[in-house]
């Protein structure tokens, strides 16, 4: 992680952390360096940069500013407006953009916003250009050329991007959901004004929550990360199951038909089984992270089914999947990847691929599901002030090894920073709650005193 880009772009509290002006000089720097290099590839034509943007209150200044910064320095900035993150990822791709920007911080609160940045194959930008573009943020390497005359960028509006990304979910829908009556909890974020016109193409009956933004209500007690509105809206209205997605609509937790929750590990484990049934898990291998529960892990064995768990963050699930050919990946937060289909995260095409298994299996989500027997799993995010001292304290080094030892091998523990925001992440897994409660609550106490 670099000084301002963490696992998942730059990520702060808006106008603390990140300011219009870090906007600015973020577009400035990408117009000109995809510039140059269009330039010294021998094209003359100006970079094209796509962006998208959730629906935070300050992701049209940040938005603005980007644009200002991008059209300053030479390049053509092509708006989606509100959209999600894999809709920026797959136009950036199929349509050959030098760079796509996604203003969101996903599953945070509204006061706080971010700037992801993917690259011409719509995936997460690699590390070397990032850490130029931090070096530029601080000052170094001087100040970059204006453009001038009739070399200043243009704004192009590009809505239809958006249209197309919609129409290609709709195209991936093998079977018809009529009859079948949906939840959709749209977080009052990206996914406000695509889930539902997906779902009612397809022939569902469809039942949205969440749907009003208004710039501050983003996450609020609302999607993937609070789906407490979902299940209860499944239980009262009777309905087959429910799909949750976060800010930028890139993570889906899935709600069963007796309001169940379905989480990430979960999906991957019903997605896992359909595709190796139907000879589509090559090579039969599922990517994991380090926060699969271990129960997840003992389901794949019963299947036979090979796993490989990498770092947290879809980035490196994306990573791997690429390396070593695999299909399907994931995490237990509900970002999961498809990788015939797509090159991120995908909430929407999440909630179609679970689909397709129900109504090909002729059978409902909890049906699917009840054969996966998650371990008991605590977790508990501690705020720091300094990520790095608490991870070096003898005092949480201590409690961790106290627990390993209760635990006897039976069970594991895995202590964290995040990436994303200033915590440190305790995780401990056992067959027993009580134990597990107890351990965990050890080590956050001894991470909170550090």
């Keep these: 992680m670099g000084k301002y880009f963490g696992t998942d772009g730059f990520r702060g509290e808006a106008n603390v952390k990140l300011t219009a002006d870090h906007a600015y000089r973020v577009g400035r720097f990408l ?14 034509t100006p970079a094209r940069v796509l962006i998208g943007k959730d629906t935070r209150r300050s992701s049209y200044m940040l938005e603005y500013a980007l644009v200002g910064g991008l059209v300053a320095s030479g390049a053509d900035a092509y708006m989606l407006h509100v959209t999600t993150t894999p809709c920026v990822a797959y136009i950036t791709r199929v349509d050959k953009f030098d760079c796509g920007i996604m203003i969101s911080a996903s599953h945070n609160p509204y006061y706080d916003n971010g700037i992801k940045l993917i690259n011409s194959g719509g995936e997460k930008m690699d590390d070397a250009t990032l850490a130029l573009v931090e070096a530029y943020l601080d000052g170094e390497g001087g100040e970059l ?13 590009y809505v239809s991007g958006r ?40 022939g569902a009956e469809t039942y949205v929550i969440n749907d009003r933004p208004d710039g501050t209500n983003i996450n609020l007690n609302a999607g993937s990360t609070h789906p407490e509105s979902l299940q209860a809206l499944v239980r009262e209205k009777g309905l087959d199951c429910g799909f949750a997605y976060d800010g930028d609509a890139d993570r ?26 139907k000879g589509e898990l090559t090579p039969n291998t599922v990517v994991t992270t380090v926060m699969s529960n271990y129960g997840l892990y003992k389901a794949f064995d019963r299947l036979g089914i090979d796993y490989a768990a990498t770092d947290v963050g879809d980035r ?135």
């Excluded at 050329?145 to 509006?157: N, Q, Y």
């Design 31 to 44: 117009g000109h360096f995809f510039s140059e290099k269009k330039r010294q590839a021998g094209d003359c």
């Design 252 to 277: 889906c937790i899935c709600v069963d038909e007796k309001g169940n929750l379905v989480d990430g590990d979960t999906v991957l484990f019903i997605c896992g089984r359909y595709m190796k049934k």
């Design 316 to 450: 490196y699930v994306w990573e791997y999947m690429v390396k070593n050919g695999c299909r399907l990946g994931g995490e237990q937060s509900g970002h999961i990847i498809f990788s015939g289909c797509a090159t991120t995260g995908d909430g929407i095409l999440t909630s179609l691929k679970v689909m397709e298994v129900i109504m090909a299996e002729k059978t409902s989500l909890g049906s699917l599901a009840a054969d996966f027997i998650p371990y008991p799993q605590v977790l508990i995010n501690v705020g720091v002030s300094d990520k790095g001292a608490a991870m070096s304290s003898n005092c949480v080094k201590s409690a961790i090894r106290k627990a390993e030892k209760a635990l006897g091998g039976n069970g594991r523990i895995l202590v964290r920073p995040s990436g994303t925001e200033p915590l440190i992440r305790v995780m401990v897994e056992a067959r027993d709650e009580e134990l597990c409660q107890g351990l965990a609550r050890g080590i956050a106490d001894a991470v909170g005193g550090a």
């Design 163 to 202: 249209n197309r990304y919609t129409a290609y979910l709709i195209s991936l829908g093998l079977y018809s959901f009529r009859g079948k009556r949906i939840g959709l909890d749209c977080a009052n974020g990206s996914a406000w004004n695509i889930a539902k016109v997906v779902f009612d193409a397809l």
């Design 145 to 157: 050329p204006f453009a001038l005359k009739e070399k200043i960028g243009r704004t192009v509006d």
